[in-house]
């Protein structure tokens, strides 16, 4: 019987070869700020791919992605950073980049909008239900309306830095704009 963690298979094999006709025909981008100015923030979810519902390429936007697409200490930590390399490194100022918060319907992460799923998930991981409480997106219309408020009040969130607040409908693949960008 095969052991599942020394199977020597790798679940990735099949995509290394996407990969290979992928590099063959590769034109490498110079490091440099992201042509559309903007950061996108969304879910980890597998069926939610901001590349394909906003036409994104390669050198358009960096793509922020956490459980529910939650604004957390380590996103503002990373839009920080951004913004200093955009200033410190490529010299731009004034108006650095609008973060497009993105929140979907059929969330995994609504499931801890239910107190008792929420204790057995805590119990089961380790982590607290206040972690978890902050990752829960049951309606993402009230979420992205909090996290866009959490991002403009975030002290480390520069000045330049805009944001704004959508949700992606998994069922028509339509993004709906909730919170029109805002400045801090
Ligand atoms: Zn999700």
Same mark, same amino acid.
């Given at each position: 019987m095969?052991?599942?963690?020394t199977?020597?298979?790798?679940?990735?094999?099949?995509? +290394?070869? !996407?990969?290979?006709?992928?590099?063959r025909?590769?034109?490498?981008l110079?490091?440099?700020?992201? &042509?559309?100015?903007?950061?996108? +923030?969304? =879910? *980890?979810? !597998?069926?939610?791919? %901001?590349a394909?519902?906003?036409? $994104?390429?390669?050198?358009?936007?960096?793509? *922020?992605?956490?459980?529910?697409?939650?604004?957390? %200490?380590?996103?503002?930590?990373d $839009?920080?950073?951004?913004?200093? #390399?955009?200033?410190?490194?490529?010299? +731009?100022s004034?108006?650095l980049?609008?973060? @497009?918060?993105? !929140?979907h319907?059929? =969330?995994? &992460?609504g499931? #801890?909008?239910?107190?008792?799923?929420?204790?057995? @998930?805590? @119990?089961?991981?380790?982590?607290s239900?206040?972690? +978890?409480?902050?990752?829960?997106?049951?309606?993402?219309?009230? &979420?992205?309306? &909090?996290?866009?408020?959490?991002?403009?009040?975030?002290? *480390? *969130?520069?000045?330049?830095i805009?944001a704004?607040?959508h949700?992606?409908? #998994?069922?028509t693949?339509?993004?709906?704009?909730?919170?029109?960008?805002?400045?801090p």
């Amino acid at each position: 019987m095969t052991d599942p963690a020394t199977a020597t298979t790798s679940r990735i094999a099949a995509f +290394l070869g !996407h990969n290979e006709a992928f590099a063959r025909d590769h034109t490498p981008l110079p490091l440099a700020p992201p &042509t559309a100015r903007l950061i996108v +923030l969304t =879910c *980890l979810d !597998h069926r939610v791919d %901001p590349a394909a519902f906003l036409g $994104l390429r390669p050198g358009d936007a960096p793509v *922020l992605r956490n459980a529910g697409g939650r604004v957390t %200490p380590s996103v503002v930590d990373d $839009l920080a950073y951004l913004a200093f #390399l955009a200033r410190r490194v490529f010299g +731009l100022s004034g108006p650095l980049f609008e973060v @497009a918060v993105i !929140h979907h319907t059929q =969330c995994g &992460t609504g499931f #801890l909008a239910d107190d008792a799923f929420r204790r057995e @998930a805590a @119990a089961a991981t380790g982590l607290s239900e206040p972690t +978890l409480a902050a990752t829960e997106v049951a309606d993402p219309f009230a &979420t992205v309306r &909090t996290d866009v408020d959490r991002l403009l009040h975030a002290p *480390l *969130l520069p000045r330049e830095i805009s944001a704004s607040g959508h949700v992606y409908d #998994l069922a028509t693949g339509r993004v709906t704009t909730v919170v029109d960008a805002r400045h801090p």
